[in-house]
Nanobody, 128 residues
Framework: QVELVESGGRLVQAGDSLRISCTASGSAFYNLAVGWFRQAPGKEREFVTAASRSGARTKSTDSLKGRFTISIDDAKTTVYLEMSSLKPEDTAVYYC?????????????????????WGQGTQVTVSS
């Protein structure tokens, strides 16, 4: 079992950039595929972006491409979500997820059901 901890969420202004982080206790991200999801109040959790093993391949939801980017540090201990040109509609709790699924390790996965390990989330609030 991998424990994921997100950090870095905060209140920002529309147009700002923000980077949030995810670390994995007891394991590095060498053999994990990772994803970022978000859930806004009153809405279902939605896919944001994902990376295969070591970030070799990435996938992003079309509406966020160009603004949201996933990356993994060289030590494979931290996963980042870089967000730019933030909008009030980006306000949500952002969740990091990880899986050791072979398919996801090779290709990255966009479905929340592919992930067995989840963090508690970090709140990002974008004011207008």
């Amino acid at each position: 079992q991998v424990e994921l901890v997100e950090s870095g969420g905060r209140l920002v202004q529309a147009g700002d950039s923000l980077r949030i982080s995810c670390t994995a206790s007891g394991s590095a991200f060498y053999n994990l595929a990772v994803g970022w999801f978000r859930q806004a109040p009153g809405k279902e959790r939605e896919f944001v972006t994902a990376a295969s093993r070591s970030g070799a391949r990435t996938k992003s939801t079309d509406s966020l491409k160009g603004r949201f980017t996933i990356s993994i540090d060289d030590a494979k201990t931290t996963v980042y979500l870089e967000m730019s040109s933030l909008k009030p509609e980006d306000t949500a709790v952002y969740y990091c997820a990880a899986t050791s699924s072979n398919y996801c390790l090779n290709y990255g996965c966009t479905s929340s059901t592919s992930y067995q390990n989840w963090g508690q989330g970090t709140q990002v609030t974008v004011s207008s």
